[in-house]
């Protein structure tokens, strides 16, 4: 009923206007369509296209759409490991915002309750160095870019993001990757974590 993959960034999850036949979901749909020409897949969640990964798609439409209908409910955690910019302090903390999005497709924040879609992020520096910071980060809410605005707003621009301001890119790469997610099973109910390694080029900036 359930694929997970650790997709690669740079990889888009679904088309775009530019981009049709390289996508996460094109990749599984031949993969599943080998085995038997009547599986299809269908996408439960989004990764941006330069955010690494844990990304879940599910066999069947009905289970689809209650996934996508209960997401709050049945994620537990989403977590993200993000490097930045800078160094960090404090080394622990919680960004609330509400998240607008401009005609350009850049999201911003509004400190205005209500003014926005609510995202909550919750981040951790667990290494550190003189230019750079890795961060545990989860998030109560998936909005848009929410990462990524909300680690420009506390001033520490996530490497390689260019779209947000980010001059530095010593990875060549976003330096965003959803390493676990959490959630119930949509039919056995039971709750299920999985997880993708850290990206090894993520280690090589804090040796």
Do not use: C
């Not at 990764?47 to 996508?68: A, C, F, H, P």
């Not at 903390?93 to 926005?116: C, F, H, Q, V």
């Not at 420009?152 to 779209?163: A, R, T």
């Amino acid at each position: 009923t359930l694929i997970a993959i650790n997709k690669p960034s740079g990889l888009l999850t679904i088309a775009s206007d530019k981009e049709k036949e390289k996508t996460a979901y094109r990749m599984l749909s031949d993969y599943v369509g080998k085995q038997d020409k009547r599986n299809r897949v269908y996408i439960t969640h989004r990764l941006d296209r330069d955010t690494s990964g844990v990304l879940i798609i599910l066999k069947d439409e009905t289970l689809r759409d209650y996934m996508q209908d209960n997401w709050n409910d049945s994620v537990v955690e989403r977590g993200y490991l993000a490097i930045v910019e800078g160094q960090v302090s404090p080394a622990k903390g919680t960004i609330r915002s509400w998240l607008k999005e401009t005609k350009t497709n850049i999201m911003y924040s509004s400190a205005r309750p209500g003014d926005g879609q609510e995202a909550i992020t919750h981040y951790e520096v667990i290494k550190q160095s003189p230019y750079y910071a890795l961060l545990k980060v989860a998030i109560d809410s998936g909005r848009k870019n929410q990462n990524r605005v909300h680690m420009k707003d506390l001033g520490h621009l996530v490497i390689g993001d260019d779209k947000y301001g980010s001059v530095s890119n010593p990875l060549k790469r976003l330096g965003l990757h959803a390493y676990r997610l959490s959630f119930y099973h949509p039919v056995s109910k039971k709750l299920m974590t999985i997880e993708a390694k850290i990206p090894k080029e993520f280690n090589k900036l804090f040796r």
